[in-house]
């Protein structure tokens, strides 16, 4: 990799980091917009390793051609990044709006078609620093050492170049520390740039002949512009996105009034009491399991089933377009608003933390002063 390729590589993964850590501290709004789904960072990572996998599948097909040996690890990698990317927008699911297995709304706190959020969090933790530090530091270092470097060549293992270590370096940080919050959505783009330069790297050098060609920076910027380009449209496109008649929104409010009368009965039932407290934002069904409320089972919103409301949807509480319903409450020392939401037919959240916003849909609980036994 050529010297000007590589550091302009380098701070372009770390400046994604110095970026997302000013707007933590300056611009909090955009900061917080910016890592929600479907925003330009989540299609941003998307890209960012779909296009490393066609940049890796196109060096492993030089490598075979140039050297004869079969490309396991090439083919590896390509494979590794395709999945990370169609992982991180679930397999396409918000976008088509398809209803995913069963295992996977019981079993995914998110309630979508991806393996990561199935596994436990100190496993899938672990997985991601291996694979950073693993491929991304100790690999390349070793396959520096020309004993080390002629075995892996003969193994048909390529490193990628010992000039993006420090990239790698600087999202393991960003992994480890957590210095924000969301920092995992930020270390998974530092991820994908790393991926991609890597990909495009040897992909250029195995397809010339000797002296080889190494990346520059012209190719480096381009394929990032394209990333963001990428990201950004189809941000715009979640956001333009409206695939609802007027019939389907009519259902999503219908049943976000029987989701309404239940928490409203339970509450009398409690002398008043909702059965919430400040602060808590969560998914209606991961809300139903860890709380342990039994109520939502046998309410207004599970009668609903007898009027032609699927099992699955009644069952883990999702909303006509596939996505699940939420319960917000947000506390302030003069305020608390509680309400019931979907994200709507753009399937993405528009809503703040005190309001409904967009085409978000929902319900209010609670608007006054908290008290002492909120």
């Known amino acids: 990799m050529g010297i000007a390729g590589a550091v302009l590589a380098n701070v372009l993964i770390l400046g994604t980091l110095a970026l997302f850590s000013w707007l933590n501290e300056h611009d909090f709004d955009a900061f917080y917009q910016s890592l929600q789904e479907d925003e330009w960072l989540e299609w941003a990572t998307f890209w960012g390793f779909f296009l490393a996998a066609v940049a890796l599948g196109v ?25 990370v990317g169609m992982e991180e927008i679930s397999w396409g699911q918000r976008v088509l709006g398809y209803r995913p297995p ?5 079993h995914n706190f998110q309630q979508e078609l991806n393996v990561h959020n199935v596994m436990a969090r100190d496993l899938r933790m672990l997985a991601v620093k291996v694979v950073i530090l693993g491929y991304g530091v100790a690999l390349p270092l070793l396959a520096a050492m020309p004993p080390v470097g002629q075995l892996l060549a003969r193994l048909a293992v390529v490193a990628p170049p010992v000039e993006l270590a420090p990239g790698f370096a600087a999202a393991y940080w960003t992994y480890e520390t ?23 790297a040897r992909a250029r050098e195995l397809g010339a002949p000797m002296p080889r060609r190494r990346l520059g920076p012209a190719p480096v910027a381009l394929s990032t512009a394209v990333v963001l380009a990428l990201g950004a449209a189809n941000a715009w496109a979640s956001r333009a996105q409206r695939s609802a008649s007027p019939e389907t929104m009519r259902t999503a409010q219908a049943e976000l009034a029987a989701l309404k009368r239940d928490f409203e009965t339970r509450a009398a039932a409690s002398g008043g009491r909702l059965p919430s407290k400040c602060g808590l934002h969560k998914r209606l069904y ?10 939502l089972d046998r309410g207004d919103f599970a009668a609903l089933k007898e009027q032609g409301l699927p099992e699955e949807r009644a069952e883990f509480f999702l909303d006509p377009w596939n996505s699940p319903y939420w319960l917000r409450d947000k506390c302030s020392q003069s305020r608390r608003v509680v309400f019931l939401y979907s994200f709507g037919p753009n399937r993405r959240r528009d809503s703040s933390s005190w309001e409904i916003r967009a ?9 006054r002063a908290p008290t002492r036994r909120d």
């Not at 097909?61 to 079969?70: D, E, I, M, P, V």
């Not at 069963?102 to 019981?106: D, G, I, P």
């Open 59 to 83: 060096a492993a097909l030089r490598q075979r051609r140039s050297t004869g040996l079969w490309p396991w690890f090439l083919a590896g990698v390509a494979s590794f990044c395709f999945v």
């Open 102 to 106: 069963a295992y996977f709304l019981e």
């Open 178 to 200: 957590y210095p924000f919050k969301f920092s995992g959505e930020v270390t998974e783009f530092m991820m994908a740039l790393g991926f991609l330069f890597a990909g495009l």
């Open 286 to 295: 991961s809300y139903r399991r860890k709380y342990d409320q039994p109520f």
């Open 359 to 367: 085409d978000d849909v929902g319900v209010g609980l609670v608007e």
